[in-house]
Nanobody, 124 residues
Framework: EVQLVESGGGSVQAGGSLRLSCTASGIIFDESVMAWYRQAPGNECELVSIISDDGSTTYADSVKGRFTISRDNAENTLYLRMNSLRPEDTAVYYC??????????????????WGQGTQVTVSS
């Protein structure tokens, strides 16, 4: 059974930081393309960042320079460091896994597997 379990969400003031974690099981983590996406109420989901199995990364323009995705293959864990948070970053953040980048295209939920989400709330 595949499980992706997010943690680290919470409430912060604008300008603050959070680090999200996602622990994976049931997948070959170091061969998986991993991603974070988010969904705010009434909005479509937004792909925030992808990290490939070779460590290459991509970011949405809205988070470039503020968010950093990383992975620890030894611990089967995905991270998202979020700095300079803004109220518009408020959303439920989901960890997702796919066999390739193409797996993150299309409507929500993204990826071949995804977690239950963790709420991030940024107040002004």
């Amino acid at each position: 059974e595949v499980q992706l379990v997010e943690s680290g969400g919470g409430s912060v003031q604008a300008g603050g930081s959070l680090r999200l974690s996602c622990t994976a099981s049931g997948i070959i983590f170091d061969e998986s393309v991993m991603a974070w996406y988010r969904q705010a109420p009434g909005n479509e989901c937004e792909l925030v960042s992808i990290i490939s199995d070779d460590g290459s990364t991509t970011y949405a323009d809205s988070v470039k320079g503020r968010f950093t995705i990383s992975r620890d293959n030894a611990e089967n864990t995905l991270y998202l460091r979020m700095n300079s948070l803004r109220p518009e970053d408020t959303a439920v953040y989901y960890c997702a896994a796919a066999w390739g980048v193409a797996g993150f295209a299309g409507p929500c939920p993204l990826g071949d597997y995804w977690g239950q989400g963790t709420q991030v709330t940024v107040s002004s």
